[in-house]
């Protein structure tokens, strides 16, 4: 299966790189190239389905004559094997995947093929609720391609929502749709708090998991409608958007308080609680730090709690960050030029080891089948994957922190500080470390935004209590931990017009202005 894996993602990395050379491969009888991979998305193993869909969507990219076949054809499959759960998987990523191409397509494709995604994703919505055994598949693909929830946890299907993978064709195809998305949008999420008591008080582990999963589909529908078509994203637009958004915010926090209902259900739902956690925080990030102003006091608890690693039921997961806001001169010494891996080695070391070690890898987010993918240097110029769904809510939490911390009060902030303090000298040893690269990197995170917003930092009481957090991190055994406690000093020195005096360490630290 890691070498099927690691097959289809070389396919694809070389088709991209040969471009509409790869015309000759697909017209070849003999290889039945395109065959072997749709015949892919029928595996019995999620990892080869996401592969090939991946792998189509290079393909098609490469060679644009082929994606509207290609979509006509798992369009039509999907139809006529729906009762199957691997089918109703493997065709709705691969349209997916197909669907994230046309963003690299000169031409795209035609119109109408978009109403044609749409009527199978509502389909698959509209008989989820016929089969119990494919509930959840369904409900899935049905919100990687279209699909809407109304409150209270009960799927309705007399309307549908353009979710993600539409949304990425663009403002043309969503323009139209768009007043009614909000509408759906508003009303995926417990309207008030007596809604979302009376949710709390019904539903079983199997309900809750689909609710969760079409919820978290609503939220990446939203993220995709804004970074898809930030011309349709108004100041009214965003300012509607904070609707459903401070509703998923009270959701979330009631399922992290001490009476949330899904308590009882032994860890079952932790996954997809982490999913909408991971969506609420993808969205957030991309919209204005004001959106969400009135509940600037959950939203901190919220992330403070999930860099911190306050659940005693997960494991310690560090944070990936701290390297990319380090200074360059930083990585040098960390690394040096001797340490650095071919980035091809590297590459295709990750993908035959992905289920093995955790690392990048497209079961952790199937958005990743439509979104742009960063350029990473690796052969192809695309990671092969989304890094782990724990590590991403952590990455998350620390980037919407950096925008929320510079709007935080002082007081706020003061009580941050100490909280972070309390929290390391709290820790244990097993997961001491891994708490200090998560809070130094949310520390790090806030005081660029600092930087950036060219806001004062606070007061005597604030900057005290920042370097008493920072100065024993400076002697650090761990070299990452030392240069972050660095580079954190020297960000408080640049917001403050004066001398922060560091008694404890004997040092005296010019500053300049910012």
Same mark, same amino acid.
């Given at each position: 299966?890691?070498?099927?894996?690691?097959?289809?993602?070389?396919?694809?990395?070389?088709?991209?790189?040969?471009?509409?050379?790869?015309?000759?491969?697909?017209?070849?009888?003999?290889?039945?190239?395109?065959?072997?991979?749709?015949?892919?998305?029928?595996?019995?193993?999620?990892?080869?389905?996401?592969?090939?869909?991946?792998?189509?969507?290079?393909?098609?990219?490469?060679?644009?004559?082929?994606?509207?076949?290609?979509?006509?054809?798992?369009?039509?499959?999907?139809? $006529?094997?729906?009762?199957?759960?691997?089918?109703?998987?493997?065709?709705?990523?691969?349209?997916?995947?197909?669907?994230?191409?046309?963003?690299?397509?000169?031409?795209?494709?035609?119109?109408?093929?978009?109403?044609?995604?749409?009527?199978?994703?509502?389909?698959?919505?509209?008989?989820?609720?016929?089969?119990?055994?494919?509930?959840?598949?369904?409900?899935?693909?049905?919100?990687?391609?279209?699909? $809407?929830?109304?409150?209270?946890?009960?799927?309705?299907?007399?309307?549908?929502?353009?979710?993600?993978?539409?949304?990425?064709?663009?403002?043309?195809?969503?323009?139209?749709?768009?007043?009614?998305?909000?509408?759906?949008?508003?009303?995926?999420?417990?309207?008030?708090?007596?809604?979302?008591?009376?949710?709390?008080?019904?539903?079983?582990?199997?309900?809750?998991?689909?609710?969760?999963?079409?919820?978290?589909?609503?939220?990446?529908?939203?993220?995709?409608?804004?970074?898809?078509?930030?011309?349709?994203?108004?100041?009214?637009?965003?300012?509607?958007?904070?609707?459903?958004?401070?509703?998923?915010?009270?959701?979330?926090?009631?399922?992290?308080?001490?009476?949330?209902?899904?308590?009882?259900?032994?860890?079952?739902?932790?996954?997809?609680?982490?999913?909408?956690?991971?969506?609420?925080?993808?969205?957030?990030?991309?919209?204005?730090?004001?959106?969400?102003?009135?509940?600037?006091?959950?939203?901190?608890?919220?992330?403070?709690?999930?860099?911190?690693?306050?659940?005693?039921?997960?494991?310690?997961?560090?944070?990936?960050?701290?390297?990319?806001?380090?200074?360059?001169?930083?990585?040098?010494?960390?690394?040096?030029?001797?340490?650095?891996?071919?980035?091809?080695?590297?590459?295709?070391?990750?993908?035959?080891?992905?289920?093995?070690?955790?690392?990048?890898?497209?079961?952790?987010?199937?958005?990743?089948?439509?979104?742009?993918?960063?350029?990473?240097?690796?052969?192809?110029?695309?990671?092969?994957?989304?890094?782990?769904?724990?590590?991403?809510?952590?990455?998350?939490?620390?980037?919407?922190?950096?925008?929320?911390?510079?709007?935080?009060?002082?007081?706020?902030?003061?009580?941050?500080?100490?909280?972070?303090?309390?929290?390391?000298?709290?820790?244990?040893?097993?997961?001491?470390?891994?708490?200090?690269?998560?809070?130094?990197?949310?520390?790090?995170?806030?005081?660029?935004?600092?930087?950036?917003?060219?806001?004062?930092?606070?007061?005597?009481?604030?900057?005290?209590?920042?370097?008493?957090?920072?100065?024993?991190?400076?002697?650090?055994?761990?070299?990452?931990?030392?240069?972050?406690?660095?580079?954190?000093?020297?960000?408080?020195?640049?917001?403050? $017009?004066?001398?922060?005096?560091?008694?404890?360490?004997?040092?005296?630290?010019?500053?300049?202005?910012?």
């Amino acid at each position: 299966m890691l070498l099927q894996v690691a097959a289809l993602h070389q396919l694809g990395s070389l088709t991209s790189r040969l471009g509409t050379v790869t015309t000759s491969l697909l017209t070849d009888s003999s290889l039945k190239l395109l065959d072997t991979v749709f015949s892919g998305l029928l595996s019995p193993w999620l990892a080869v389905r996401l592969a090939s869909s991946q792998c189509l969507r290079h393909v098609s990219s490469a060679v644009p004559s082929v994606l509207t076949p290609l979509i006509d054809k798992s369009a039509e499959a999907l139809e $006529n094997y729906k009762g199957s759960a691997e089918a109703v998987s493997g065709y709705s990523s691969g349209l997916a995947g197909l669907l994230g191409a046309v963003r690299v397509t000169p031409n795209g494709i035609p119109h109408t093929r978009g109403k044609v995604i749409f009527n199978c994703g509502e389909e698959l919505l509209r008989s989820a609720s016929q089969s119990s055994r494919l509930s959840r598949d369904r409900t899935k693909a049905g919100w990687l391609l279209i699909g $809407n929830w109304s409150p209270g946890g009960v799927i309705h299907f007399t309307d549908a929502l353009i979710s993600g993978s539409i949304m990425s064709l663009g403002s043309s195809v969503v323009r139209g749709l768009l007043p009614r998305c909000m509408l759906l949008w508003r009303n995926a999420f417990p309207r008030s708090s007596k809604e979302l008591e009376s949710e709390k008080a019904r539903g079983d582990a199997f309900t809750w998991q689909v609710s969760l999963e079409a919820r978290a589909g609503a939220l990446a529908s939203i993220h995709s409608f804004v970074t898809s078509c930030p011309d349709l994203v108004t100041e009214d637009i965003t300012r509607r958007l904070g609707v459903p958004l401070e509703a998923a915010l009270s959701l979330l926090t009631l399922l992290a308080s001490s009476n949330s209902p899904i308590k009882a259900y032994s860890g079952q739902l932790k996954a997809p609680t982490a999913t909408v956690r991971l969506r609420l925080l993808e969205v957030i990030s991309v919209l204005p730090a004001s959106t969400l102003e009135t509940s600037y006091a959950g939203l901190l608890r919220l992330l403070v709690s999930e860099f911190c690693l306050s659940d005693p039921t997960t494991s310690p997961t560090s944070c990936s960050l701290l390297t990319s806001l380090l200074h360059q001169d930083d990585l040098l010494l960390l690394q040096g030029a001797a340490s650095v891996p071919d980035q091809l080695e590297a590459g295709l070391e990750d993908q035959v080891t992905s289920a093995v070690s955790g690392s990048h890898a497209l079961e952790h987010d199937h958005t990743w089948l439509y979104r742009a993918q960063p350029d990473t240097g690796v052969t192809g110029g695309q990671v092969t994957g989304a890094p782990p769904l724990g590590v991403a809510v952590i990455d998350l939490s620390v980037l919407v922190f950096g925008k929320i911390f510079p709007r935080a009060a002082h007081k706020h902030r003061l009580q941050m500080l100490t909280h972070f303090q309390d929290c390391i000298k709290a820790a244990k040893a097993a997961k001491l470390e891994v708490l200090q690269i998560n809070i130094f990197t949310a520390l790090l995170s806030g005081l660029k935004g600092i930087v950036e917003d060219k806001v004062s930092f606070g007061g005597t009481e604030v900057v005290s209590a920042a370097v008493s957090l920072i100065g024993p991190a400076l002697t650090s055994t761990n070299p990452q931990l030392r240069c972050a406690a660095g580079e954190c000093l020297g960000r408080i020195a640049q917001v403050n $017009n004066y001398f922060v005096e560091i008694e404890e360490l004997g040092v005296r630290v010019p500053t300049r202005q910012s």
